[in-house]
């Protein structure tokens, strides 16, 4: 369950930071006295931030609400115009719990040659040096000589017997296996299929995408017997790190960061990019049940 109307804002300062050096994000959230707060354990920025440590701080209101300031510290590993992307607060009161997502945070990374810390990394021209070394044509044409002496005493040596026939062996090709999609996966490919044929991630990207995201994760835990209620991505993805095979759990991080950003973020993608997502929905339903496939045909 979302709270779409609480209040919870990010910021990074310096906005502008070069390749390696370090940036704090800040995260502010207003609650109520009776309601507790809190960030994921780990924030999902591979490959572009690395979180190095956190902080948070606490403030009473005049109008007797509080508000937390979280302080991430990350280190930036990419260049160029970056986003951090929006991050889950949780939020917990009389044992029901609820969620909202903070905006996107613009940060710059630069880095040239002026960066460098090692003054003598770039040095001037210096004069030729003479080298001196040895003369190996000898002892190679030396050893060239005794290797093809080797070869063919052998060689006369394996003449001087008479070959055993062998009895012909017929070249069977290989059998190719089409791997078929049942059960789960069977029913989220269908319904994927339904969804793209409706248009409904270009004429309404909001509603999609929550569509497209349900139907992925009905398929996590109809395959993997994951529960889904009141799951925020980053602990779905932690529970099917577990089961799932890891290049399909790679697939799944990556394809639930970019559906996050629509159904969040209020991103409205271009055609060409819900087709990409819906593809990716698949690849990500084909690897998730691969290895049982296979083990299926063996």
Known sequence: MTRSGAPASAAAAPSRVRLGDTLT????????????????????????????????????????????????????????????????????????????????????????????DDKTALLGDTPPVALKSRDWRWPIALAAVLLVAIIALVAWRLLRKKPALQPAVQFVPPVAIKMKMTGPAERALAAIDALEQAGTCVDDPRAGYEALVGIMRTFATEQFGVPILDRTTDELLRSLGRHMPRPAHALARRWFARCDLVKYAAERPERDRSRRDLA???????????PSAEAAHG
């Open 280 to 290: 990716g929905a698949r690849e990500v339903v084909v690897e998730a049940v691969r």
């Open 25 to 116: 994000l800040f995260v502010e959230v207003v609650y109520d006295e009776m309601v507790n707060v809190n960030l994921p354990a780990t924030l999902d920025l591979d490959p572009y931030f690395e979180e190095v440590r956190r902080s948070s701080s606490d403030e009473r209101r005049t109008d007797g609400t509080r508000k937390r300031t979280y302080q991430v510290q990350l280190r930036a590993w990419e260049l160029g115009d970056l986003r951090i992307p929006p991050i889950q607060v949780g939020y917990t009161a009389a044992g029901q719990q609820s969620w909202v997502v903070t905006n996107t945070v613009p940060v710059e990374v630069t880095g040239s040659l002026s960066d460098v």
